[in-house]
Structures are given as C-alpha cells and as structure tokens.
C-alpha cells in the first residue's frame, strides 16, 4: 500500500520503489550505490531486513542484477525531461579491479537509460586513502550522466561563470560565450571532513559535497521539482534540495542515518546553503554584465576585422589607396548584435566592387562566427553629411570615439556636428581608420591598465 506522503525519508529497501512512486514522477536522481563489498551497512539496519543489503556477501554479478533493477524502476518513475546522476568508482574484489562504472553503464542502457556525459569528480586531497600494494591513493570518482530522452532538462547558463574568462576575452569576443565559461568534465568539490563538520554530523561512508550537489540541481531542476536519492545514506542530496526548494524522495535501510538526517544534517545543509539564491543572483547579475560586455566589444571590434579582410582581398596592408575617412556604428540593439555600420571615405571608390568583397568577406569566418547582423552602407564624405547631419540616431545619442584600432577603450566623447566641422583624420595608425559608435565601452586589459599606470 502506498504511503500518503512520497516526499520523505523512507526506511525502505530502494528495490521497492515501484511501490511508493508513481510514474513520471522525478526530475533527477542523484545517488551512489552502495560499495560492494567494502562497506557492511548492517548496522542500524532493522532484522527484517538486514540480511539482504545489496553489495555486502553479494556475487558482483547479482550485486549489478540488483543495481540494474532499481535503476530500472528509476527509470520508469522519472519525467521525459529527467536524468540520473551516478557518482561510482572501481572497486577491489578479492584482487580483482572491478570496473563497475563501465559495467554500470552496459546495465543501465539495457533497461533504457541514455548516457550522456561522464564527469570526473576530483576529490581534491581528502579522499578516503586506499593504498593497497598495486593501487596508487584514488582522488577521484565518476559522475555517470544519463538522459531519458533528448528532451532532459539541461540549464548550462546557470552554473556558467562568468568571471572565468581569461584576460584574452577583451581582445577576441568573438571566442567567448556571452553568457561565460561552461564548467570542464573535472569538478573540484573537496569530500566532507567529518571530523570537523559540526558534532560528526556526517556519519557515512562518503557523503557528498553539498556544493556539488547543488550544481546538478541547479542544472537539471527548478524549485519545486521532485529530487530522488535511492540510497540516501547521510541524505546531503535530500537536504540540498530542501535548502533550494525542491521537494525530495529518499530511501536507505539504515534508521540510523534517517535519524541524524532530519536531527544534524538537514538543519546543517539548510544553514550552509542558505545563501543559494543569493548568489545566483549574484551570478546572474554578473552573467549579464559580462554577456552585455562581450556583445558590445563584439561590435566595435566587428568594422576593424571587415577592413582589414577588405584590405587583404586587395593585398594591401594600410589604407594609403582605400581613402577610408571614419567608420560609424549605429547599434539598434546591443542584445541582438544588430547594428548599422557606415564606411564614410574621402575620396572616390568603386562602391559596387566594394559591396561585393564585403558580400563575400562576411559571410565567412572570421566575421561570420562575430554572431553580428550588420547593415553596411558606404558613403563619400560629402553624401553622408548630406543624408545623415540632422538624422536623429546620430544627433539624439551620445557619440564615443575609437582610435588607433583599440575597440575596447574609447578615446573620448564625440558629437557628430564636431565631427563634421572640426574632426581630421589622425593617421596615427593607417590600417584602421578612427570608429565612432553609440556603444561607449571602457575595459582595459590588464598589459593596457599597467601602461597606463606608468604614465600617471
């Protein structure tokens, strides 16, 4: 019979779970499956069901049948958009390595699982110190990522950092992300010192990380979403998602940790990650700075790559014969990339020959991976002044202007009469005429901030 409340700590065998939770219930289930034969449970353990642990006095093959089957209901009450995360590791037995992510993984596709991705979770130097002769001391384990369906939930954008972009994302936008740096497959998540953690509140085998737990939430669910851990052990991936606001399904056949849960782990999970949502919206404000930043240097830097391309289609190396006066950049939607872009030359040139090099230049890389939709018009000096001196985007917006083809310091503030009555041409670099845009950015890299420094 089922219970009225699925969403608890049960004392029940994982291998029953068909019987507590309806289909398409879950939205993630992260868990790790108990070690083989390395680890007796049995204490804590009530006798009705002490004398069948999965993995303890088990055949490894019956120890993977049992795996095979709980993952299999697993499967059955999780959502189409839902996954499962596995944090295992080889195992000694009796001599032997057991290889039982890879064996894992042949047992979960059979019953319908997907994998996805395999992430290596770097313990740092707190891991338990196996040393056995023939056996160098484990730092690490598996993180096995497996899908439903091709419709998982996956929101990448939440545990991108922004501010683990190198300094080189200043001078090639056009490398980065806007929204920051996607994390690599190794994650740095020190194991829990359970000596230090409060009283010992701890009392597992290898309990997880909170912080890593938090980052699959934040990945796969959103508040309210329905968390399931099938061997809860210290039950940090339940109380995790307490603390964010999800609503969790566990199961372990110790009462004893059931009991430390609720009185030492949960209210110690809860205080530790209360900050949470605080610094996701830290994060995402940041996020959308640095996504802001980037787009905009992606369009001022947008006119310097197309000229010079322009410039190698003419195998030349400055423009002594394409009399390029300045360039405009008109952005009517930073957020979009969408910009016009004006070639204003004091002189004469082949606008028609012109429009076809450009037509091929930005359709190809470099210009083409920029992600900027681009309006280019070229005009003489005199037909620009004539169709644009009282068009309101250049006389209603503040003007900054770039020189010497450094897009991501402007030079100072510029109207557009005072660039018709007093501005020159400053031929202090040839190959990039001066660019005056609406978009006014100021990041220094940090070679520029040093020069600067020297010269105060």
Sequence with gaps: MKKENIYDYHLMDAR??????????VDVTITSPPYGNLKNYEKGVPKSISTNQIGFKQKYEDYLDDLQSIFKGVFNVTKNSGSLWLIVDTFSDNGKLRLL??????????????????????????????????????????????????????????????????????????????????PTDIWDFEIPSQGSWGNDYLKHFCPFPPKLVERILLLTTNKNQVVLDTFSGSGVVLAAAKAMGRKFIGFDINQDYIKNFYEKVLPKIQEE????????????????????????????????????????????????????YSVFIITK????????????????????????KIKKIVSNPSLSRFGV????????????????????????????????????????????????????????????????????????????????????
């Design 373 to 456: 939709k681009s309006k280019i018009l070229a005009y003489s000096k005199e037909d620009f002044i004539k169709v644009y001196q009282n068009d309101p985007k250049f006389n209603l917006h503040n003007l900054w202007l770039y020189k010497k083809g450094i897009t991501n310091v402007f030079e100072r503030s510029i109207s557009l009469s005072e660039w018709i009555n007093d501005f020159q041409t400053e031929l202090e670099d040839e190959k990039i005429p001066p660019i005056i845009s609406n978009i006014k950015i100021d990041i220094p890299t940090d070679e520029e901030k040093k020069r600067l420094t020297r010269f105060l």
């Design 333 to 356: 939607d930073v957020n979009n990339l969408d910009q016009e872009l004006f070639l204003v030359f004091n002189g004469k040139v082949d606008f028609g020959e012109l429009y076809e």
């Design 101 to 182: 992510p890879f064996d894992l993984i042949k047992k979960l596709e059979e019953v319908g699982w997907k994998l996805k991705d395999i992430v290596i979770w770097n313990k740092v130097s707190k891991a338990t110190p196996w040393s056995r002769k023939g056996n160098f001391k484990k730092i690490f384990e598996y993180i096995l990522f497996f899908v439903k369906s091709k419709d998982f939930k996956y929101e990448i954008d939440r545990i991108k950092d922004p501010n683990g972009l190198k300094n080189w994302w200043i001078k090639y936008p056009e490398r980065y992300n806007p929204r920051g740096k996607t």
């Design 16 to 25: 029953e779970i068909s019987s507590l939770v309806p289909k398409n219930t």
């Design 273 to 324: 990650l209360k900050d949470t949502n605080k610094d996701l919206n830290l994060l995402t404000r940041q996020s959308l700075k640095k996504k802001s930043e980037i787009k905009k240097l992606r369009q001022l830097k947008y006119p310097k790559v197309l000229i010079k391309k322009i410039l190698d289609s003419r195998g030349e190396g400055d423009t002594k014969n394409l009399p390029l």
